[in-house]
């Protein structure tokens, strides 16, 4: 079972920058597409970035394009989310994502406040 821990959150003031990482242990990385969501209060969760097993493919959500740039690396099983330009519309729970044909698992999540 693949276990997923993310970490990189914190406070930033509006137009800075975070790196969200997210490492997958306990399984073959390089089978799952990984994702990026975020939920604010109240809200459900919704897709950030999404990158395919291979990395050669990305999609972003409009919101975020531009200033998001989701990366991985196979050999270290870690999926990167670099967060440039900040908005305090940002501010969220972010969520790590592993899903296979036959498995899906979520991170526990880190919360990221932009906030001046």
């Known amino acids: 079972q693949v276990r997923l821990v993310e970490s990189g959150g914190g406070l930033v003031q509006p137009g800075g920058s975070l790196r969200l990482s997210c490492v997958a242990s306990?399984?073959?990385?390089?089978?799952?597409?990984m994702s990026w969501y975020r939920r604010t209060p109240g809200k459900q969760r919704d897709l950030v970035a999404r990158i395919t097993t291979t990395g050669g493919s990305t999609n972003y959500a409009d919101s975020v394009k531009g200033r998001f740039t989701i990366s991985r690396s196979n050999l270290k099983n870690t999926v990167y989310l670099q967060m440039d330009m900040l908005k305090p519309e940002d501010t969220a729970v972010y969520y790590c994502n592993a899903r296979a044909d036959w498995d899906e698992i979520w991170g526990q999540g880190t919360q990221v406040t932009v906030s001046s």
């Open positions: 306990g399984g073959t990385f390089g089978n799952y597409m």
